[in-house]
């Protein structure tokens, strides 16, 4: 496998072309409907994404909030680019050793999906031939952009889409990873270490959504696929595996209908609705209903390799079903499926015959209430089934939740570009690029570094650390006077394991340097045990004003090494038959008891220390 990486990483600086804010927001003002269709890039010819995108007939309905301009629905030429953002990216330029250019030229890249009021993006070319290394091995980066975020899709019906512009126009800096990656861990290291230099300006914002990866993979005898619009961090690994293992199947389906002799479906689609009338049930149902469309279509030599072969989940099946998807329905169904999901034994031995199957031939069926969706979707599922024989055709495909994939388009090409004549170019000059160079963050692998010595931290728990962006609270925590791995433990562990606040909670204290700082000197004081920081940070998230009040909330009001003493000894006479029996081995089964009663209100080894001790009396003065 070989693999790529694009890393998406949203701005704080305004959006690009605009003053707006970079926010979201729920209040939506006013609406706007559109159509898209493509036109021709720089050298006149058509993207085939943008055309696949435009066959789809759809309408796009557009939401406005009182903190977007015009610029965003495309009734007012863009702002010049904003320089801070322009800024931004020339440090991170600097700090991946690219060659920032002298001239900057925004360009616009036709995109129709309706993510883009305007039919296009606008993108500009930062640096070049920059690199990155990790873990003692080079990956080129070939180019640094700056370009704006897309409209946020919060909708879709029949035929329509809707998207909110609060989004469109965010400042998005793309970081292009050259081939050098060799497997998913890999791929989830270089995208940790791209965002955390990233994080390093200071610049960025935070969040689901505002870092996104597109991942660009390719196998022997595969083709590169996009996979685009990674959120999590933590499936990059899954989704790059997965896709090695999705092209070693289809390439296996491959060999398998070439040493059979299959061919490409070239018969007509063949009006089956009638052959139906009886069903009732399963993805057929609603076309009959309606008297709608039922077009099935021959695949010659296809039977038993549209369902997945025995060693994976992966099968040519659902890669047809997903040409249908794409086409506008909910999927379609296969021979190799067949009887089943409503469909009797009879009517498949009638649809064999209708399209004069051979014993060696697989169909496909697919059902819309309209001609147009079925038609379309039939012959999206005959130029896939072609493809077949061919091995991975090079495609964009979206994530889904469970770390598979989705066909979504054809991958785009050069022929979506061309040049932004409404904002002029920026010119780089030496001065500029010496003022951010004087002004570059620490590196992160310096940082790392310098952090393990001085604090005495193990090296995994400074990368934790790191990719939470909680090393400079870290520092000023430690810096009052508190134990370094308990400030690492709260940071890394406790904290990112809270609920997150309700709205019912909206007036509780914000749990800034100063809240933690205060917690942490509480649990010195004794006021209450380390175990107790993860229930009284609870609290305070609940809605409780201070760590005293949040302490007497969790039930937390601290005990003494006597108190301890006297309920360890309570316990132990309540349980004196065990003791007698047992002697020391009563230890165990007692210990959960007791933290059951002093858990967060004491240390954990002074009510184990307290525990043996009366275990250890009550021994002695037993008689034996």
């Known amino acids: 496998m070989k693999a790529g990486l694009e890393v998406h990483q949203q701005l704080s600086t305004g959006k690009l072309f605009c003053a707006c804010p970079s926010e979201l927001s729920e209040t939506v003002n006013a609406e706007l409907t559109r159509r898209l269709r493509a036109t021709g890039g720089e050298n006149h010819h058509v993207d085939p994404a943008a ?58 890249k036709i995109v129709v999906d309706g993510s883009n009021t305007a039919g296009f993006q606008r993108t500009a070319l930062i640096a070049v031939n920059g690199e990155l290394t990790l873990s003692g091995k080079r990956y080129s980066i070939p180019t640094i952009c700056l370009e704006e975020d897309a409209a946020r899709k919060t909708g879709e019906s029949h035929g329509e889409l809707r998207y909110r512009v609060d989004r469109l126009g965010i400042p998005l800096i793309e970081v292009a990873t050259g081939p050098e990656i060799s497997s998913g861990s890999e791929a989830r290291e270089v995208a940790e270490e791209i965002g955390t230099l990233l994080r390093a300006t ?21 083709a590169r696929v996009e996979l685009k619009g990674v959120q999590e961090l933590r499936l990059i690994q899954k989704y790059a595996d997965t896709e090695e293992e999705r092209q070693r199947v289809l390439l296996s389906i491959r060999d398998a209908l070439r040493a059979r002799g299959a061919s490409a479906p070239t018969q007509e689609a063949i009006l089956l609705t009638s052959l139906f009338a009886g069903v009732t049930g399963g ?67 009638q649809v064999r015959t209708a399209l004069d199957c051979r014993e060696m031939d697989g169909f496909v069926l697919v059902a819309s209430r309209d001609e147009a969706s079925a038609r379309r979707a039939i012959e999206a599922v005959r130029v896939r089934a072609a493809r077949a024989l061919e091995g991975i055709p090079s495609e964009t495909r979206d994530p889904l939740a469970d770390g598979r994939t989705r066909y979504s388009r054809p991958l785009p090409g050069r022929d979506r570009m061309y040049p932004e004549t409404d904002v002029p170019p920026v010119r780089v000059d030496a001065e500029r690029l010496r003022r951010i160079r004087e002004s570059l963050p620490e590196r992160p692998e310096a940082q790392r570094a310098r952090i393990a010595k001085s604090f005495g931290l193990p090296m995994e728990s400074v990368r934790q650390l790191q990719q939470l962006d909680e090393l400079e609270r870290f520092e000023h925590l430690v810096g009052k006077g508190h134990d370094a791995p ?8 406790t904290l990112p394991s809270l609920e997150p606040p309700t709205d019912a909670v909206a007036e509780a204290p914000p749990i800034d340097d100063g809240l933690l700082h205060t917690l942490l000197q509480a649990v010195e004081r004794g006021d209450f045990a380390k175990e107790g920081i993860g229930p009284v940070l609870g609290a305070l998230r609940a809605g409780a004003p201070n760590v005293e009040e949040a302490a007497r909330r969790a039930g937390l009001k601290g005990i003494t090494l ?29 210990m959960g008891d007791l933290m059951k009663e002093a858990r967060g209100q004491i240390d954990g080894g002074q009510i184990a220390k307290a525990l043996r001790e009366a275990i250890a009396r009550k021994s002695a003065s037993s008689p034996r």
């Open 562 to 590: 006597e108190e301890l003493a006297r309920m360890a000894e309570r316990l132990v006479e309540r349980n004196l038959a065990m003791v007698r029996d047992r002697g020391a081995e009563a230890f165990s089964p007692l």
């Open 486 to 493: 308990s400030v690492a433990r709260l940071l890394t562990q």
């Open 283 to 349: 993805p057929l149902a609603d076309a009959v209903r309606s008297k709608g469309w039922v077009l099935g279509l021959r695949l010659p030599g296809f039977a038993g390799l549209l369902k997945p072969p025995g060693d994976s989940a992966e099968r040519l099946g659902r890669e047809l079903a997903d040409q249908a998807r794409a086409a506008g329905l909910k999927g379609l169904l296969h021979s190799d499926e067949l009887p089943g999901l409503g469909v009797e034994e009879s009517a498949v031995a």
């Open 202 to 222: 200071r610049k960025v914002r935070r969040g689901i959504g505002t870092i996104r990866e597109d991942l660009n993979v390719s196998t022997t005898g595969g």
């Open 51 to 108: 055309a696949f995108q435009a066959s789809r007939g759809l309408t796009y309905r557009y939401e406005s909030t009182p903190k977007n301009c015009l610029v965003e629905l495309d009734e007012e030429p863009p702002h010049p680019i904003n320089a801070d953002a322009v800024d931004v990216a020339l440090m991170l330029a600097l700090m991946l050793k690219a060659r920032p250019l002298d001239e900057i030229e925004v360009m616009r």
